[in-house]
DNA sequence: ATGAAAGCGCTAACAC
DNA sequence: GTGTTAGCGCTTTCAT
């Protein structure tokens, strides 16, 4: 390929003349690594500010050193969720250097597999997934070759997965209650995928919260969704056409909780005073739905950067593995919740 | 780095040897390069499947090939805008076997000429420049090497650069227009970056649909924004500071208009009633604003996919230089614009 | 403290 | 049609 060998790429070859010293003294700068007299590293130092010396990264890479990238593996970016995520962990890259190599999956096992096999086999340094959907699939050869990676949103297969995740038990739990203290008993719920633990928590948290005030669990409440808009909308029609419909609903995340909003605008509903309706998440667009949706707030941006620290951590030293976190909900009250109208 | 070797990754080599061929011919037949005997081909094909033969990319790109990973160079990543622009971009790309390296500058310009000259060192074979702040900076040495690039929302310094842009200066002529149809005469404008070209152009449309219609064209009425949300709300407030004040205000994006609703709320100014509102890009929060946001949209997603397959067309044949396209705006009209109520 | 040399996995001439 | 060979730019022993 022409366009990609030109004669002004200055490697550390060039430096190394330059500088007068041989090209693994260059290396040795660059990387800090071992003894260098500081006369002769300045003399290094100034001959690379010279030239405008910048390391090629795959050269490093491929030669055993830092590829300096993490490999982030995620559904789909063009979500206001991941876009707070990706807050945080663009937040830390930054001033760690670091840069991100993304992929998006769309909700493909194979392409999970596959491009977990790719970015280990060193094009990056370590993994960052976001909800990853089949982690049984790769995690037992990312950990057979010691390879940094931190789960976003979702536990791993055992104890021993680095994760950061929500209090989605106690948040679905405070949901359901926030809902039954103001007066309901007929509390719709419409599910995320159920196999993601985040969606099966919020699931348990909400029933119970129910047991816990002596409210039987009625299964025709509940109906799966996917965490997608449509979901909610459906799920909403479904919750109103039971011969007894639910007073309240709540949706396992904003997304679904905005299509069920739809759906009660279709259907003349006013929220709250027809009915009240809780989200997850708290995404940006919560707080301007109208009405302004009460919903269970997630740190996502405090989520993306504390995985992304606990990520080059670990990079930075293979022998301290961090510790999974569990970081705490929290009930944001708005105005889409309110006594029910009987 | 141990975690980075292991003796689980098999090579071009191991191919090689369990196909009995010489690891050139393997190579051969993993890029589809020059001609192999069928025969051989399908013994290598065999060997690749059997032993789950995966290319090293940065051994691929250091060798000079095709590194099979695009540049995507962004202000920010977490917008709506730019989730729409990369849904585009997402898209091609899944259909191409490419992957995507992210570089978000948040507007500093040092950084922007760093990643692109670390870009076009190799890492990846073509780069994609969503509304970069500095062309000129690098654009030089990108056409040096023959580097492909591609432009998004702002054009490069001049013909020879390849770019995907909308209509601007017709949107901003457009909503202006429907404003004055309406019945406006007194149209405050909040622009956004104005070292953009695609700020500049929706003021000058604005302009000339003023000029147009016969209406002068007051200084007092354009308060310069950064198409953040905070100055919209800014500049709202500055134009209903005014002497006399506008009756309409024609923001020059979707997120400085919503700031404007909020100061409009906040003044207890009924939307569009007492002042009406235009916004531009039609992200997909303008839908559900309080009113519905009346707006140029923008074909973001069809940019990102556009742009993606002029890079990876021009990628894939060095010598067709693909031609900049600018795509048509269109008026949405919504609730946020009605006649002005003097 | 620094230089020499091997090799990471691959592509691309160049032979045959 | 296929094998041989020389790097790509760097990190890392191993010498000195």
Redesign the pocket.
Same mark, same amino acid.
């Given at each position: 390929?022409a366009h990609k060998k030109t004669l002004t790429?200055i $490697?550390?070859?060039d430096v190394a003349r330059e500088a007068g &010293?041989?090209?693994? $003294?260059v290396?040795?700068v &660059? #990387?800090n %690594?071992?003894? &260098? %007299?500081p006369? $002769?590293?300045e003399r290094v130092t100034q001959a690379m500010h010279r030239l405008g010396y910048q390391? #090629?990264l795959q050269?490093?890479s491929?030669?055993?050193?830092h590829s300096h990238v993490i490999g982030l593996l995620v559904h789909n970016m063009s979500t206001q969720y991941m876009g707070e995520i990706f807050r945080g962990i663009d937040d830390v890259l930054a001033t760690h250097n670091y840069e991100v190599m993304l992929y998006t999956t769309h909700r493909r096992r194979t392409k999970e597999s596959a491009y977990v096999n790719m970015m280990a086999r060193g094009l990056a340094d370590g993994l960052l997934i976001v909800l990853p959907r089949q982690p049984e699939a790769y995690i037992e050869s990312l950990r057979a070759r010691d390879f940094p990676y931190v789960l976003i949103d979702q536990v791993g297969i055992d104890e021993h997965d680095v994760s950061v995740t929500a209090t989605n038990f106690q948040g679905g739990y405070d949901a359901t209650t926030h809902l039954i203290e103001l007066g309901h008993r007929r509390i719709g719920k419409i599910t995320g995928w159920m196999d993601m633990v985040s969606a099966r928590d919020r699931l348990e948290g909400y029933k119970a919260a129910l047991s816990d005030h002596g409210i039987p669990v009625d299964p025709e409440l509940i109906v799966i969704g996917d965490f997608e808009k449509i979901s909610g909308y459906q799920g909403a029609a479904t919750l109103l056409d039971l011969a007894a419909p639910p007073t309240a609903v709540f949706a396992s995340n904003d997304v679904m909780a905005q299509g069920a909003l739809e759906l009660f605008r279709e259907r003349s509903l006013q929220v709250p005073q027809d009915i009240s309706l809780v989200g997850f998440d708290d995404i940006p667009i919560a707080a301007i739905l109208n009405p302004p949706l009460t919903t269970l707030r997630q740190p996502m941006v405090e989520m993306g950067r504390l995985a992304t620290q606990m990520l080059l951590d670990w990079i930075s030293d293979p022998e301290q593995k961090p510790a999974s976190v569990i970081l705490p909900t929290e009930l944001i009250h708005r105005e889409s919740t309110s006594l029910p109208q009987s």
């Open positions: 390929m790429d $490697t550390i070859i &010293v041989s090209y693994s $003294t290396s040795r &660059v #990387n %690594k071992s003894y &260098v %007299k006369e $002769t590293r390391a #090629n050269a490093r491929l030669a055993g050193g």
